[in-house]
């Protein structure tokens, strides 16, 4: 797992007016979207900044450069397994909003029986991460909490990226000295579950765009989603679920 994907949405209050049709939704004020992935840690990523904001989280998705790496060859190798098999598409938490791919894990939202209850409560659990990444965001930076004040948008692009960059810098600032989380726990052990980053970028670079077009149709699997998700289950029940249950 890579991190959890999320969108926030930044108010412009000094939209020009030509625009804010495009930029306004329900709420009637106009936003600009923030795609971001987070970490346990609160370490962002990958962001991605500018869309209007009446775009959801698809139409974003749709536009977002977020597998761009992993189509183009660029992307670090991974290699995991789960419940015994073996993957080479790292994935990402998400809500349920987001489609059923083989790079996405969506709760489960109508759980039956121990299994699924105890899938839903961890991933929904670890896909907070995200939204408190905005949260910690915000709360550092009183000028991305505020509505943008700014008429130029390339301006506001400059501010949200270095709002970013200086929050990426704090979290890893403190993730040696000050940090009490203990990661013991999210690291791997005897399970049925393993998993290996291979920091060399691939050799296998599509070399045309029949080539892409198949790395994309992977990434958009939904028969690989639903065996990733189905032994992602089994190997949170294995790890965690059968002492409680036996309690």
């Not at 929050?167 to 040696?176: A, K, P, Q, T």
């Not at 940090?179 to 049925?192: A, I, K, M, R």
Request: with cysteine; proline share 4%.
């Amino acid at each position: 797992m890579i991190g959890s994907i999320d969108c926030m949405h930044w108010e412009w209050k000094n939209c020009p007016t030509a625009w804010k049709g495009q930029y306004s939704r329900g709420s009637g004020k106009p936003t600009i979207v923030l795609e971001a992935v987070a970490s346990y840690d609160l370490w962002i990523w990958h962001a991605f900044f500018g869309p209007p904001g009446t775009l959801n989280d698809i139409n974003v998705l749709d536009r977002s450069p977020v597998f761009d790496d992993i189509i183009n060859g660029q992307a670090p190798q991974v290699d995991f397994s789960v419940n015994g098999k073996e993957y080479d598409l790292a994935y990402y938490l998400t809500d349920g909003i987001y489609p059923k791919w083989a790079t996405f894990i969506q709760s489960i939202s109508l759980p039956q029986g121990p299994k699924a209850v105890l899938f839903a409560q961890h991933q929904e659990a670890a896909r907070k991460d995200v939204e408190r990444a905005f949260g910690v965001l915000q709360a550092r930076f009183a000028i991305v909490k505020n509505p943008a004040l700014c008429w130029d948008k390339v301006k506001i692009e400059k501010i949200m990226r270095a709002s970013i960059i200086l929050h990426n810098m704090i979290v890893e600032n403190e993730r040696d000295e000050c940090s009490q989380f203990d990661v013991s726990g999210l690291q791997q052990g005897e399970g049925s579950g393993s998993s290996h980053v291979d920091l060399t970028y691939s050799t296998d670079i599509p070399t045309n765009i029949a080539n892409q077009m198949g790395v994309r149709t992977r990434i958009r699997d939904r028969q690989a989603h639903q065996q990733l998700k189905g032994d992602l289950v089994e190997h949170i029940w294995h790890k965690f679920g059968r002492d409680q249950h036996n309690n």
